[in-house]
């Protein structure tokens, strides 16, 4: 059965400093999103990304977070300087069209410390 | 802004028993989901739902678009379905199709 892939699965990092999550979404997938749980947390909405573009962000979403689809095949979010605040498991998710349910990745567990 | 709630944020069953989550939201939407996440963390689907009713073994789920009311049941629990079950609804009002989650509610079915 096709999956959403999510590298790495934990990832630690240095305040400060810039990660790139990286997911491959599911290969005829058109829309693709990243999610957020903090620790005991509700999961949030961070971004959407179709047709090449950013189509929705949140105001979570701000000049610290880029998403990438590089080619063709993977889909990353880039924080740049990453804070404490930072620290969560990040999501990735595709869906084959704008109303169909999504699939989610298992999840990038990232600590700042 | 839609607002999601669940009830109840934890629930303890004894193996065979009928489970029942409640899920409510507070603006008008396009779909409700039910997802499943275990521990580690990956999320699953579990229904999309917009009206009436959907089943899946022994999980079923319901919403009421008037009382913006969703269910989610499950019949003769086992251990395995421990785990967090989560509410979430999209808008549809978006280019894409966004959720809004809900808090969770952490299951546990003793043996």
């Known amino acids: 059965e096709p999956e959403v892939t999510q590298t790495p699965s934990h990832q630690v990092t240095q305040m400060g400093q810039e990660v790139i999550l990286r997911c491959v979404p599911i290969?005829?997938?058109?829309?693709f999103y990243w999610y957020r749980q903090i620790l005991g947390q509700k999961v949030e909405f961070l971004v959407s990304?179709?047709?090449?573009?950013?189509?929705?962000k949140s105001e979570i979403f701000d000049d610290q977070f880029s998403v990438e689809r590089p080619d063709g095949s993977n889909f990353t979010l880039k924080i740049r300087s990453t804070k404490l605040e930072d620290s969560a498991m990040y999501f990735c998710a595709s869906s084959p069209d704008r109303d169909t349910e999504a699939f989610f990745g298992q999840g990038t567990r990232l600590t700042v410390v | 802004k839609n607002e999601v709630e669940q009830s109840p944020q934890n629930l303890t069953a004894q193996e065979g028993e009928f489970i029942t989550i409640n899920c409510s939201y507070s603006?008008?939407?396009?779909?409700l989901h039910w997802l499943q996440q275990h521990p580690g963390g990956g999320i699953v689907s579990l229904f999309m739902l917009s009206s009436g009713k959907k089943k899946h073994g022994r999980l079923i789920a319901t919403i009421n678009i008037q009382e913006k009311h969703s269910s989610l049941h499950i019949t003769a629990s086992h251990p395995r379905d421990s785990a967090v079950y989560i509410c979430?609804?999209?808008?549809?009002?978006?280019?894409?199709?966004?959720?809004?989650f809900g808090t969770g509610t952490l299951l546990a079915v003793q043996p």
């Open positions: 979430a609804v999209s808008d549809g009002s978006g280019a894409t199709n966004k959720l809004i």
């Open positions: 990304f179709y047709n090449n573009e950013i189509s929705e």
């Open positions: 603006v008008g939407i396009s779909a």
């Open positions: 290969s005829n997938h058109l829309y």
